[in-house]
């Protein structure tokens, strides 16, 4: 009987040594301070990190890798800069109603760190003007950025691996997982714009700011508001009451307008800084103007008060071109429009003014282009104003569907820089497809295909990829009344949009995007976006 007692302790004692030192490698080996964290296991919706949209330059996955975001995340910034620290909250922000976690974000390392982290920090390598680094780790993700957009970007990434829940604004009780791996990403163009015209119809801020919230996950960067035209005046002038009490009180078809006071554009251009966005104000002149000229008699050569306007025809309308009054006018509105966005861009319109003569135009721009530099800005305008003589620092956007524009060309020669709207791509108020009951159709139907397959720097004679500052998406809102259309015509074109500004030309297939996007459908329906479901993907 003790030799048998004997022999099961000697058994057991030789089971347990194995067990402990992993015996021939079929034993599990505890976690250690040397050995790795256990890698966490993926639920099935986690999306991988090349399925972000617009698409990584680089990517490698890491399948020992994969990070858990819990309750005991925290958010550490590491670096100085203030865009760091505004994309942690803005990133603690998107990530709170989903998980319910209080991610707090810190600014101070602990020696003994040992939570969950995401890490916001300087990049060590050099990387270009809004470039990221995504490094996912079991424990840890540290995103590096030497930018201001670099952080933001990067945030959108890591907001996109994250499962499509993520976007709801309740609690969901599930695993949140990243893929691990590292991301290495920077984009084409600098320049990623959206257009909103709030002039043919109003929209509220607080629409604009839902707006600005669907751009930022796409890394639109810049979204230019069209802030006047025939039908309204929206942005508050001290000095030029009537703007607003008149000039405001309209819109196409004869709805009641509105405007923003200097307090609520205020608001929206920061609203929009803090999610890496900067506000492009449009002042349309000199033609496109009816708004101001009901408004102010004086604004008109004849010295009578136009009448309010709220159909859609356009090229009758004109400053008066060789009158002080117009360039006083002038004057004030710019210096005030500049003093409320610190953005670098003032956008002056300048299209279709065919109630202006050729020399008219060419004197109206003489005077006012230095007006914009002189508030340190860059101006920028729609093609037609490259006939004239443009500042070295002014940038032309091209928005017809010819594939020559002389003027654009030369100023592209001349060291311009150009913004690519080409309207057959990027313009969203068209139809998605010709069969489509409601949209525009001049310049044809904008699928999301068409948004998608086109190159920039392609496109218009003598203007290449050196030219080019960027993309931009207008939408314009003849047919737009609603936020609910607002999202019908920008969703899915902009994300393709997007993807033509930030992913290189070489890098782009239609099919692949289309395989990515399509797993959109449910992240955008989580947000309530009423988009587009566009027979072309396979939502």
Request: one cysteine or more.
């Amino acid at each position: 009987m003790p030799r048998l007692v004997t022999s099961i302790i000697m058994a057991l004692a030789l089971l347990l040594a194995a067990c402990t030192s992993g015996g021939n490698g079929d034993g599990p080996e505890p976690p250690t301070e040397e050995s790795p964290m256990p890698p966490v296991e993926l639920p099935e919706d986690t999306p991988a990190l090349h399925e972000i949209v617009p698409a990584p330059r680089a990517t490698t996955p890491d399948a020992d890798g994969n990070f858990e975001l819990t309750a005991d995340t925290e958010i550490l910034v590491g670096s100085e800069k203030s865009e760091a620290g505004s994309a942690a909250e803005y990133l603690a922000e998107l990530l709170r109603p989903a998980t319910g976690f209080t991610l707090p974000v810190r600014q101070e390392q602990r020696a003994n760190d040992e939570l969950p982290l995401v890490v916001l920090d300087d990049a060590a390598d050099e990387l270009p003007t809004d470039g990221y680094r995504l490094e996912v780790t079991p424990g840890r993700v540290e995103l590096s950025a030497s930018s201001g957009g670099g952080f933001f970007a990067g945030v959108q990434s890591l907001r996109q691996l994250l499962p499509a829940d993520v976007e709801r604004d309740e609690p969901v009780e599930r695993t949140w997982a990243v893929a691990g791996g590292t991301i290495v990403d920077h984009p084409r163009f600098a320049y990623r714009g959206a257009m909103l015209d709030v002039a043919r119809h109003f929209f509220e801020a607080d629409v604009v700011k839902r707006h600005i919230d669907r751009l930022a996950q796409y890394k639109i960067n810049h979204l230019h508001l069209h802030l006047t035209d025939d039908q309204g005046w929206r942005i508050e002038i001290p000095g030029w009451p009537r703007l607003t009490e008149v000039g405001a009180a309209n819109e196409v078809g004869g709805g009641p307008g509105g405007y923003y006071t200097q307090e609520e554009f205020r608001d929206i251009v920061t609203y929009a800084a803090d999610r890496g966005i900067t506000i492009v104000p449009e002042i349309d002149m000199p033609g496109h103007t009816n708004a101001a000229l009901a408004s102010y008699a004086e604004l008109n050569c004849d010295g009578n008060a136009t009448e309010p306007y709220t159909g859609t025809h356009v090229g009758f309308s004109s400053l008066c071109i060789d009158s002080d009054t117009t360039y006083e006018f002038a004057a004030d509105v710019i210096s005030e429009v500049a003093a409320l966005t610190p953005g670098e861009f003032f956008h002056i319109g300048g299209d279709e003014a065919e109630a202006t003569t050729d020399a008219e135009y060419r004197r109206f721009f003489d005077r006012v282009l230095p007006m914009i530099t002189d508030a340190g800005k860059r101006p920028v305008g729609w093609h037609e104003y490259a006939a004239v003589d443009l500042p070295e620092s002014a940038v032309v956007q091209y928005w017809r569907i010819e594939a020559d524009h002389p003027d654009t060309s030369a100023a592209a020669s001349d060291g311009n820089q150009v913004i690519m709207s080409p309207a057959d791509h990027s313009y969203l108020d068209m139809k998605y497809h010709d069969s489509d009951p409601w949209g525009n159709s001049w310049a044809g139907a904008v699928s999301t295909r068409a948004a998608y397959e086109w190159d920039p720097a392609t496109y218009l004679t003598g203007v290449g990829e050196e030219a080019i500052l960027g993309v931009e998406a207008p939408l314009w809102t003849e047919l737009v009344q609603e936020e609910s259309d607002i999202e019908r015509m920008a969703f899915p074109r902009t994300q393709a949009v997007a993807e033509v500004g930030w992913t290189p030309q070489e890098s782009r297939d239609w099919e692949d995007f289309r395989s990515r996007l399509s797993a959109h459908g449910e992240r955008m329906a989580a947000q309530g976006i009423d988009f587009h479901p566009d027979p072309e993907v396979d939502w």
